[in-house]
Protein backbone atom coordinates (compact mmCIF):
# COMPACT_ATOMS: atom_id res chain seq x y z
CA UNK A 1 0.00 0.00 0.00
CA UNK A 2 1.50 3.40 -1.13
CA UNK A 3 0.52 7.09 -1.16
CA UNK A 4 -0.96 8.42 1.82
CA UNK A 5 0.80 7.53 5.43
CA UNK A 6 -0.89 5.20 7.09
CA UNK A 7 -2.12 6.62 10.78
CA UNK A 8 0.06 4.03 13.41
CA UNK A 9 -0.60 3.68 16.92
CA UNK A 10 1.49 2.07 19.39
CA UNK A 11 0.56 1.27 22.66
CA UNK A 12 3.11 3.26 24.77
CA UNK A 13 2.88 0.69 27.75
CA UNK A 14 3.26 -1.82 25.99
CA UNK A 15 6.04 -3.70 26.72
CA UNK A 16 7.21 -4.21 23.07
CA UNK A 17 6.32 -0.60 22.83
CA UNK A 18 10.09 0.49 21.28
CA UNK A 19 10.93 -2.50 19.41
CA UNK A 20 7.43 -1.77 17.44
CA UNK A 21 8.34 2.37 16.94
CA UNK A 22 12.02 0.91 15.58
CA UNK A 23 10.34 -1.16 13.20
CA UNK A 24 7.66 0.83 11.96
CA UNK A 25 10.62 3.80 11.42
CA UNK A 26 12.08 1.36 8.64
CA UNK A 27 8.84 1.30 6.63
CA UNK A 28 7.81 4.99 5.37
CA UNK A 29 4.03 4.00 4.52
CA UNK A 30 3.66 4.61 8.53
CA UNK A 31 3.02 7.86 11.02
CA UNK A 32 3.74 6.60 14.22
CA UNK A 33 1.96 7.91 16.93
CA UNK A 34 3.28 6.33 20.53
CA UNK A 35 -0.22 6.93 22.68
CA UNK A 36 -1.36 5.47 26.22
CA UNK A 37 -4.00 3.52 26.00
CA UNK A 38 -6.86 5.77 26.91
CA UNK A 39 -6.35 7.78 24.07
CA UNK A 40 -6.60 5.08 21.38
CA UNK A 41 -10.71 5.33 20.92
CA UNK A 42 -10.37 8.63 20.57
CA UNK A 43 -7.28 8.67 17.95
CA UNK A 44 -8.57 6.10 15.69
CA UNK A 45 -12.34 8.04 15.30
CA UNK A 46 -10.19 11.12 14.53
CA UNK A 47 -8.15 9.54 11.69
CA UNK A 48 -11.01 8.18 10.35
CA UNK A 49 -13.10 11.58 10.23
CA UNK A 50 -9.90 12.62 8.38
CA UNK A 51 -10.65 10.22 5.67
CA UNK A 52 -8.00 7.54 6.88
CA UNK A 53 -8.11 4.26 4.83
CA UNK A 54 -6.53 1.98 7.22
CA UNK A 55 -4.62 2.23 10.41
CA UNK A 56 -2.25 0.10 12.47
CA UNK A 57 -2.49 -0.73 16.04
CA UNK A 58 0.61 -2.24 17.81
CA UNK A 59 -0.63 -3.84 21.57
CA UNK A 60 -2.34 -7.04 22.59
CA UNK A 61 -5.63 -8.43 22.00
CA UNK A 62 -7.25 -5.23 24.58
CA UNK A 63 -5.71 -2.84 22.27
CA UNK A 64 -6.75 -4.49 19.11
CA UNK A 65 -10.35 -4.87 20.37
CA UNK A 66 -10.73 -1.17 21.75
CA UNK A 67 -9.45 -0.55 17.69
CA UNK A 68 -12.30 -2.55 16.65
CA UNK A 69 -14.74 -1.04 18.61
CA UNK A 70 -14.27 1.81 16.43
CA UNK A 71 -13.89 0.21 13.33
CA UNK A 72 -16.48 -2.60 13.16
CA UNK A 73 -18.48 -1.77 10.15
CA UNK A 74 -16.39 1.13 8.76
CA UNK A 75 -14.62 0.86 5.29
CA UNK A 76 -11.48 1.95 7.34
CA UNK A 77 -8.79 -1.40 7.73
CA UNK A 78 -6.97 -2.47 10.72
CA UNK A 79 -3.73 -3.69 10.40
CA UNK A 80 -2.51 -5.38 13.11
CA UNK A 81 0.89 -5.40 14.85
CA UNK A 82 1.09 -8.01 17.62
CA UNK A 83 3.08 -6.62 21.03
CA UNK A 84 1.30 -7.83 23.65
CA UNK A 85 1.66 -11.27 25.70
CA UNK A 86 -0.57 -13.96 23.78
CA UNK A 87 -1.56 -12.16 20.73
CA UNK A 88 -4.44 -14.69 19.79
CA UNK A 89 -6.42 -12.81 17.18
CA UNK A 90 -3.22 -12.09 15.32
CA UNK A 91 -1.76 -15.83 15.36
CA UNK A 92 -5.66 -16.89 14.05
CA UNK A 93 -5.16 -14.47 11.19
CA UNK A 94 -1.66 -16.05 10.47
CA UNK A 95 0.23 -12.78 11.15
CA UNK A 96 3.97 -13.54 12.09
CA UNK A 97 5.46 -12.53 15.28
CA UNK A 98 8.39 -11.18 13.96
CA UNK A 99 8.23 -7.41 13.72
CA UNK A 100 9.44 -6.30 10.72
CA UNK A 101 7.89 -8.95 9.15
CA UNK A 102 4.70 -8.29 10.58
CA UNK A 103 4.86 -4.31 9.18
CA UNK A 104 5.50 -6.12 5.88
CA UNK A 105 2.63 -7.69 6.14
CA UNK A 106 0.43 -4.31 7.31
CA UNK A 107 1.87 -2.42 4.10
CA UNK A 108 0.27 -5.08 2.13
CA UNK A 109 -2.38 -5.59 0.09
CA UNK A 110 -4.19 -8.35 1.43
CA UNK A 111 -7.05 -7.95 3.40
CA UNK A 112 -10.44 -10.11 5.00
CA UNK A 113 -13.72 -10.05 6.55
CA UNK A 114 -14.16 -11.10 10.15
CA UNK A 115 -16.77 -11.60 12.65
CA UNK A 116 -16.79 -10.31 15.98
CA UNK A 117 -18.54 -10.70 19.39
CA UNK A 118 -20.67 -8.01 21.06
CA UNK A 119 -21.94 -7.68 24.44
CA UNK A 120 -24.18 -4.65 25.43
CA UNK A 121 -22.75 -2.24 22.69
CA UNK A 122 -18.59 -3.69 23.60
CA UNK A 123 -16.90 -5.45 21.19
CA UNK A 124 -14.78 -8.35 21.76
CA UNK A 125 -12.73 -10.42 19.01
CA UNK A 126 -11.50 -13.44 21.30
CA UNK A 127 -13.97 -14.59 24.00
CA UNK A 128 -16.24 -13.36 26.73
CA UNK A 129 -16.70 -15.19 30.37
CA UNK A 130 -18.91 -14.52 33.48
CA UNK A 131 -18.13 -16.09 36.53
CA UNK A 132 -14.62 -17.15 38.04
CA UNK A 133 -12.65 -16.00 35.18
CA UNK A 134 -13.14 -12.66 36.54
CA UNK A 135 -11.60 -13.58 39.86
CA UNK A 136 -9.08 -15.35 37.89
CA UNK A 137 -8.18 -12.22 36.19
CA UNK A 138 -7.79 -9.59 38.85
CA UNK A 139 -5.95 -11.99 41.28
CA UNK A 140 -3.44 -12.83 38.53
CA UNK A 141 -3.57 -8.85 37.76
CA UNK A 142 -2.44 -8.33 41.46
CA UNK A 143 -0.03 -11.05 41.48
CA UNK A 144 1.89 -10.08 38.43
CA UNK A 145 3.57 -6.80 39.34
CA UNK A 146 5.84 -9.71 41.73
CA UNK A 147 5.75 -12.92 39.95
CA UNK A 148 5.56 -11.88 35.94
CA UNK A 149 2.90 -13.24 33.57
CA UNK A 150 3.07 -16.83 33.47
CA UNK A 151 3.49 -17.32 37.18
CA UNK A 152 0.70 -15.20 38.19
CA UNK A 153 -1.45 -16.95 36.02
CA UNK A 154 -0.76 -20.16 37.42
CA UNK A 155 -0.99 -18.92 41.05
CA UNK A 156 -4.35 -16.99 40.07
CA UNK A 157 -5.67 -20.76 38.66
CA UNK A 158 -4.98 -22.85 41.57
CA UNK A 159 -6.14 -20.07 44.16
CA UNK A 160 -9.34 -20.10 42.16
CA UNK A 161 -10.02 -24.24 42.11
CA UNK A 162 -9.35 -24.07 45.75
CA UNK A 163 -11.91 -21.49 46.57
CA UNK A 164 -14.47 -21.68 43.41
CA UNK A 165 -17.52 -20.45 43.95
CA UNK A 166 -21.17 -20.80 41.82
CA UNK A 167 -23.22 -18.37 39.91
CA UNK A 168 -26.82 -19.42 39.32
CA UNK A 169 -27.38 -18.00 35.79
CA UNK A 170 -30.59 -18.10 32.96
CA UNK A 171 -29.55 -18.82 29.41
CA UNK A 172 -31.86 -17.51 26.80
CA UNK A 173 -31.32 -19.04 23.36
CA UNK A 174 -34.07 -18.76 20.52
CA UNK A 175 -37.04 -17.65 23.35
CA UNK A 176 -35.90 -21.17 25.57
CA UNK A 177 -34.82 -20.63 28.56
CA UNK A 178 -32.24 -22.50 30.84
CA UNK A 179 -30.90 -22.34 34.22
CA UNK A 180 -27.74 -23.64 35.61
CA UNK A 181 -25.84 -23.30 38.50
CA UNK A 182 -22.09 -23.12 37.20
CA UNK A 183 -18.78 -21.37 38.39
CA UNK A 184 -18.27 -20.05 34.79
CA UNK A 185 -20.19 -18.99 31.41
CA UNK A 186 -17.59 -19.27 28.60
CA UNK A 187 -17.93 -17.31 25.11
CA UNK A 188 -16.22 -17.53 21.97
CA UNK A 189 -16.15 -16.11 19.17
CA UNK A 190 -16.36 -19.17 16.28
CA UNK A 191 -15.91 -22.33 17.27
CA UNK A 192 -13.16 -23.24 19.67
CA UNK A 193 -11.24 -26.06 20.60
CA UNK A 194 -9.52 -26.79 24.37
CA UNK A 195 -7.31 -29.71 22.89
CA UNK A 196 -3.52 -29.71 23.49
CA UNK A 197 -2.00 -27.96 21.93
CA UNK A 198 -4.18 -25.63 20.43
CA UNK A 199 -5.99 -24.92 23.75
CA UNK A 200 -8.53 -22.16 23.35
CA UNK A 201 -7.29 -21.32 19.94
CA UNK A 202 -10.61 -21.44 17.34
CA UNK A 203 -11.12 -24.36 15.38
CA UNK A 204 -9.35 -24.46 12.10
CA UNK A 205 -12.42 -24.25 9.40
CA UNK A 206 -15.07 -24.38 12.69
CA UNK A 207 -18.35 -23.10 12.45
CA UNK A 208 -19.20 -19.24 12.76
CA UNK A 209 -21.41 -18.62 15.49
CA UNK A 210 -21.07 -18.09 19.79
CA UNK A 211 -19.15 -20.69 21.02
CA UNK A 212 -21.27 -21.25 24.46
CA UNK A 213 -19.66 -23.16 27.13
CA UNK A 214 -21.17 -23.45 30.15
CA UNK A 215 -19.60 -25.31 33.36
CA UNK A 216 -21.42 -27.41 35.11
CA UNK A 217 -19.55 -28.74 37.80
CA UNK A 218 -19.48 -27.56 41.48
CA UNK A 219 -16.42 -28.53 42.70
CA UNK A 220 -12.83 -27.21 42.41
CA UNK A 221 -11.41 -30.48 42.00
CA UNK A 222 -14.06 -32.05 39.21
CA UNK A 223 -13.43 -28.62 37.30
CA UNK A 224 -9.89 -29.46 37.37
CA UNK A 225 -10.69 -32.90 35.75
CA UNK A 226 -12.68 -31.31 33.80
CA UNK A 227 -10.04 -29.10 32.24
CA UNK A 228 -7.71 -32.02 31.78
CA UNK A 229 -10.71 -34.20 29.78
CA UNK A 230 -11.31 -31.19 27.83
CA UNK A 231 -7.26 -30.75 27.24
CA UNK A 232 -6.84 -34.40 26.30
CA UNK A 233 -10.30 -35.04 24.43
CA UNK A 234 -11.23 -31.72 23.18
CA UNK A 235 -14.18 -29.95 24.04
CA UNK A 236 -16.57 -31.48 21.86
CA UNK A 237 -16.19 -35.00 23.74
CA UNK A 238 -16.60 -32.91 26.99
CA UNK A 239 -19.64 -31.69 26.20
CA UNK A 240 -21.05 -34.71 25.76
CA UNK A 241 -21.04 -35.45 29.53
CA UNK A 242 -23.05 -33.90 32.21
CA UNK A 243 -20.11 -31.34 33.16
CA UNK A 244 -20.68 -29.22 30.43
CA UNK A 245 -23.19 -27.84 27.98
CA UNK A 246 -21.70 -26.60 24.81
CA UNK A 247 -23.75 -24.87 22.10
CA UNK A 248 -23.13 -22.48 18.66
CA UNK A 249 -25.45 -19.50 18.18
CA UNK A 250 -25.44 -15.96 17.10
CA UNK A 251 -27.36 -14.38 19.99
CA UNK A 252 -27.30 -15.50 23.49
CA UNK A 253 -29.21 -13.97 26.22
CA UNK A 254 -27.42 -14.46 29.94
CA UNK A 255 -28.58 -13.02 33.23
CA UNK A 256 -27.17 -13.84 36.15
CA UNK A 257 -30.02 -14.58 39.34
CA UNK A 258 -27.74 -15.06 42.33
CA UNK A 259 -23.98 -15.42 43.61
CA UNK A 260 -23.03 -11.94 41.57
CA UNK A 261 -22.11 -8.94 43.15
CA UNK A 262 -21.31 -6.77 40.40
CA UNK A 263 -22.04 -6.61 36.43
CA UNK A 264 -17.98 -7.41 35.66
CA UNK A 265 -17.11 -9.74 33.21
CA UNK A 266 -14.29 -10.78 31.05
CA UNK A 267 -13.75 -9.27 27.61
CA UNK A 268 -10.21 -10.74 25.15
CA UNK A 269 -8.96 -11.10 29.27
CA UNK A 270 -9.86 -7.34 30.16
CA UNK A 271 -12.47 -6.72 33.02
CA UNK A 272 -14.91 -4.63 32.37
CA UNK A 273 -18.66 -3.51 34.20
CA UNK A 274 -21.72 -4.03 32.04
CA UNK A 275 -25.48 -4.05 33.67
CA UNK A 276 -27.09 -6.82 33.22
CA UNK A 277 -28.76 -8.81 31.58
CA UNK A 278 -26.23 -9.49 29.23
CA UNK A 279 -27.15 -9.81 25.50
CA UNK A 280 -24.44 -11.72 23.10
CA UNK A 281 -24.77 -11.66 19.81
CA UNK A 282 -22.59 -12.37 16.72
CA UNK A 283 -21.65 -9.52 14.53
CA UNK A 284 -20.99 -10.91 10.94
CA UNK A 285 -18.04 -10.16 8.51
CA UNK A 286 -17.78 -6.44 11.00
CA UNK A 287 -14.40 -5.83 10.65
CA UNK A 288 -11.84 -5.43 7.63
CA UNK A 289 -8.50 -6.50 8.76
CA UNK A 290 -5.23 -6.63 6.80
CA UNK A 291 -3.83 -9.95 6.15
CA UNK A 292 -0.97 -12.02 4.16
CA UNK A 293 -1.44 -11.80 0.59
CA UNK A 294 -1.88 -15.43 -0.51
Known amino acids: MTGVEIPAFVNAEAGTANDACEALAKDRNFRVERIPPNELAARIRRAIESGARRVLVAG????????????????????????????HLAHDLGLPEDLDAAVRVAAGRGTRSIDVGEVNGHVFLNTSSVGAYVTYVRTRERLERRLGYWLASAAAGLRILAQLHTIRVALEVDGTEREYLTPLVFVGVGERELRLPTLGARVEGGRRGLHVMVVRSRSGGRTLALAFAAAARGVRAVSRTPAMQSIIVDHVRIEPRSGVVSGDIALDGEVVSLRPPLEYRLVRDALKVVVASE
Do not use: M, Q, V
Request: aromatic residues 0%; proline residues 4%.
Open 60 to 87: GDGSIATAAGELRGKACELAILPGGTLN
